[in-house]
C-alpha cells in the first residue's frame, strides 16, 4: 500500500485547509484509515481516523469541532478537512492506513506540511 499525502500550505489563523491522502495498490475501503501530525521538536500524535468498518471517526480533543475526516472509497482516498486552523495546529501531517483495528498503523504517506500563521 501506497501512500501520497496532499494539500499543505502556509495559511493564517482562521483559515481552512483540506489535506488529502490517495491510496494505491490496495483497495482501503476495509483500512481504518488516520491521520497523525508532528510539530517540531514534539512527537508525532494522532489527530484523527476513520473505521474501515463502519466510517465511524474519532478525533483528538484539541481539534474536535474543528476538523472532519472523510473518506471516498471509489476514489481510495481520505480527507481532512481543517477549519479555524490555529498557529497550534503547525506540524507536518501524515495520513496511515491499518487493515487490524487496534493494531498499530502500519502504512504511511510521506508527510505534507501546515504552517499557521498568528
Known amino acids: 500500500v501506497q501512500l501520497q499525502a496532499s494539500g499543505g500550505g502556509l495559511v493564517q489563523a482562521g483559515d481552512s485547509l483540506r489535506l488529502s491522502c490517495a491510496a494505491s495498490?490496495?483497495?482501503?475501503?476495509?483500512?481504518?484509515m488516520g491521520w497523525f501530525r508532528q510539530a517540531p521538536g514534539k512527537d508525532r500524535e494522532f489527530v484523527s481516523a476513520?473505521?474501515?468498518?463502519?466510517?465511524?471517526?474519532l478525533y483528538t480533543d484539541s481539534v474536535k469541532g474543528r476538523f472532519t475526516i472523510s473518506r471516498d472509497n471509489a476514489k481510495n482516498t481520505v480527507a481532512l478537512q481543517m477549519n479555524n486552523l490555529k498557529p497550534e495546529d503547525t506540524a507536518v501531517y501524515y495520513c496511515?492506513?491499518?487493515?487490524?483495528?487496534?493494531?498499530?498503523?502500519?502504512?504511511w504517506g510521506q508527510g505534507t506540511q501546515v504552517t499557521v500563521s498568528s
Open positions: 496511515a492506513a491499518r487493515f487490524l483495528p487496534g493494531t498499530n498503523f502500519n502504512y
Open positions: 495498490g490496495r483497495t482501503l475501503s476495509n483500512y481504518d
Open positions: 476513520i473505521r474501515g468498518s463502519d466510517n465511524s471517526a
